[in-house]
């Protein structure tokens, strides 16, 4: 296939990017190169047969419009998105234009490009969101493709909308939409603001290690190779209309997720003292949700799909390939916001 990958310099992006590659696909990666892109990220597919990049912002409707004439994919898969938590609560209003208005500019633009195109019933739009979207779990229970939508955050509601516009343009225009929500993602090339590379960072500068209340929330951790993996498939085999959740059937605690990191970091990179001495507990982010996870019956059952990577193996890769790419991350820490702590507005 030929396949439009918004987002494409992000994390999810351009592990979707080299898996896809390696499976023989076409892509055009269109990316505004906005504060947690990186084009490092596709380094290793650069000048490999097939790909291309577009600098663009999808809210630019004849930018959109002009690349999809260009360059004619079979499908667009939308992973572009403001997504980090803690900046959605300081300024909500970038996470309105890009994940609201931007995903209503690359929906018109499909369906005009579907149109011209004869409507073909091979094209497919696929929508990636979250989890967060369904809000909050308690202590039992699990999030499935009928789960209402209750979020709690200004990034989870954006993304909601964002997911109702492309069940609408499906339901009025007859777009070949599919959706997929997926639990929290971990892996290499993760943008230093989220947890997992935080952890990392601050433990080998001998930093505290933030951890929010007390460590208690729980998520359902997928491994980012594994997800792209999974993303692919539902392109490709997902049944249009359709809604898939992928999860990584991985529930940890913050806390027992940061001790395990500290605990291989330990194994691997031994300081003077062990790395759970930096852990520190830090006022909580407003509207933290309590748990999240995931039922991933329906993408099991109808496509055969199960994660492959346990906690064990995918944090201790994880780990492995930050020590192993220092310059990578070292260069992101100038970055806006990088290494401050964010969200506290309540």
């Known amino acids: ?13 351009s592990a979707v990017i080299r898996r896809a590659i390696s499976d023989g696909h076409e892509i055009v990666n269109v ?7 990186c084009l490092d990220n596709v380094a290793p597919v650069e000048g490999a047969p097939g790909y291309s990049f577009e600098r663009a912002d999808i809210r630019e409707t004849d930018a959109m419009a002009a690349i999809l004439d260009q360059h004619r994919p079979d499908a667009i898969m939308h992973l572009a998105a403001e997504s980090h938590v803690d900046r959605s609560i300081d300024g909500p209003a970038a996470f309105i234009e890009t994940n609201l208005l931007g995903t209503y500019v690359l929906l018109e633009a499909a369906r005009a490009y579907w149109a011209r195109a004869g409507r073909p019933e091979t094209f497919r ?3 990636i969101s979250t989890d967060e979207v369904f809000g909050s779990l308690g202590e039992t229970g699990l999030f499935t493709e009928d789960s209402p939508y209750q979020p709690n955050s200004p990034y989870s509601a954006s993304k909601a909308g964002s997911d109702h516009l492309v069940r609408a343009w499906r339901e009025t225009y007859g777009l070949p939409t599919i959706l997929t929500n997926c639990s929290n993602n971990y892996g290499p090339y993760q943008f230093p603001e989220k947890l997992i590379p935080v952890v990392i960072l601050n433990a080998l500068a001998g930093k505290p290690i933030p951890i929010y209340g007390a460590g208690d929330n729980i998520r359902d951790w997928l491994h980012v190779e594994d997800h792209a993996e999974a993303l692919l498939l539902v392109l490709q085999h997902g049944e249009t209309g359709r809604s898939y959740n992928i999860g990584g059937e991985n529930e940890m605690t913050n806390l027992d997720l940061v001790k395990m990191l500290c605990a291989i970091l330990d194994r691997l990179k031994p300081a003077a003292a062990p790395y759970a001495d930096q852990i520190t507990f830090v006022t909580d982010r407003p509207g933290h949700d309590s748990r999240y996870a995931i039922d991933p019956t329906r993408i099991r059952t109808e496509l055969n799909w199960r994660p492959s990577y346990t906690p064990e193996t995918g944090l201790e890769q994880t780990v ?3 020590l192993d790419n220092g310059d990578w991350l070292h ?5 806006s916001g990088v290494g401050q702590r964010l969200g506290t507005v309540g």
């Open 320 to 322: 492995q390939w930050y």
């Open 1 to 13: 296939m030929k396949i439009l990958v918004t987002g494409g310099a992000g994390f999810i992006g």
């Open 125 to 127: 739009f696929h929508h």
């Open 331 to 335: 260069a992101l820490q100038t970055r």
């Open 31 to 37: 990316d505004s190169l906005t504060y947690a892109a």
